[in-house]
């Protein structure tokens, strides 16, 4: 898009969409890319994007959702946003002396897959769980008949032993998911390895950050400072200067 975007709805459900100019949403802009989203500048915006978004100058009173959120300019601001990503948030400045809040929060792509595939899991489960009664029900009764039979048939031994096998398969495969449920809940409390973090140049104060479930605000500005997560916790250092 070459020129200027106020109150559009704007979607690449493939692609990415790249904004030249600025966006002046007044709370109605809505830009979407699925691959990514690039903006020189947006005010009053929401941003969607599986891959990254980036931008050249401010973001201001805007929502942006993304894997990361990059800035592509040497005199960016991030101001009065709100915002959510999986890994990273680059940017110059966060706020301004004349006030605003910014509120960052880092997701969990891992966790969130693993409740999905949780779900799958635990429709399986039922459905298998309810097989299973039927064939305890049927070997119960197969059992019951054969025991008071004065003459016990060669296919009527057939027929108690695949119900038998069947019961003792189907029972195999509901350990196996048990088994798999475990792993996804171990995986999912493991976030000693997740990406999340912030490098700022300079931010003020009223800056609101949560990583994975633990809130942070910072009530006094930094300088030239990374917030991320490590050892389980959010973590602030120094940020590391390009080599000369």
Aim: glycine share 8%.
């Amino acid at each position: 898009i070459e020129g200027e975007v106020e109150g559009a709805r704007i979607i690449s459900r493939n692609g990415y969409v790249h904004v030249k100019k600025g966006i002046f949403g007044k709370g109605k802009a809505v830009i979407q890319g699925a691959k990514g989203v690039r903006v020189h500048m947006a005010q009053g915006a929401e941003i969607i994007s599986q891959g990254d978004v980036s931008f050249d100058l401010n973001l201001l009173d805007s929502k942006v959702k993304a894997n990361s959120l990059l800035s592509s300019g040497n005199n960016t601001l991030i101001n009065n946003c709100n915002v959510l990503v999986y890994e990273k948030v680059v940017t110059r400045k966060l706020g301004t002396p004349s006030g605003g809040t910014i509120s960052i929060e880092f997701l969990n792509r891992q966790e969130e897959e693993s409740i999905g595939k949780f779900e799958e899991l635990n429709a399986l489960y039922t459905k298998l769980k309810a097989v299973s009664e039927q064939l305890e029900k049927r070997l119960r009764t197969m059992k019951a008949i054969l025991k008071k039979a004065t003459e016990v048939t060669q296919r009527s031994k057939e027929e108690l032993k695949t119900v038998l096998i069947q019961y003792e398969g189907n029972k195999k495969k509901m350990a196996l998911i048990k088994k798999k449920r475990n792993s996804l809940t171990q995986l999912s409390l493991d976030k000693s390895h997740l990406p999340a973090c912030i490098e700022i140049d300079e931010f003020l104060p009223k800056l609101s950050v949560e990583m994975y479930g633990e809130e942070r605000d910072f009530i006094e500005g930094l300088q030239d400072v990374k917030i991320h997560w490590d050892m389980d916790h959010i973590q602030i250092s120094p940020k590391e200067k390009p080599e000369s």
